[in-house]
């Protein structure tokens, strides 16, 4: 799982910190999208982004 910040716009959405997650479509990424649903991220100030790879290399900038 690799994590990266976007921009620093925070004022826009409520304060929140952007982020963009890359997760594998593996059992170890559930814990991501259960978060989301639960919005956990959001509590905690985080709009956070998942997006689907296919493989790790992906996950590199």
Do not use: N, W, Y
């Amino acid at each position: 799982m690799t994590a990266c910040g976007d921009d620093d716009s925070g004022a826009a959405d409520g304060g929140r910190t952007k982020v963009t997650v890359a997760a594998l479509p593996l059992i170890d990424s559930a814990m991501l999208h259960i978060a989301q649903d639960r919005g956990l991220f959001e509590k905690e100030g985080l709009d956070v982004r998942i997006q689907q790879i296919q493989q790790s290399l992906q996950a590199l900038p």
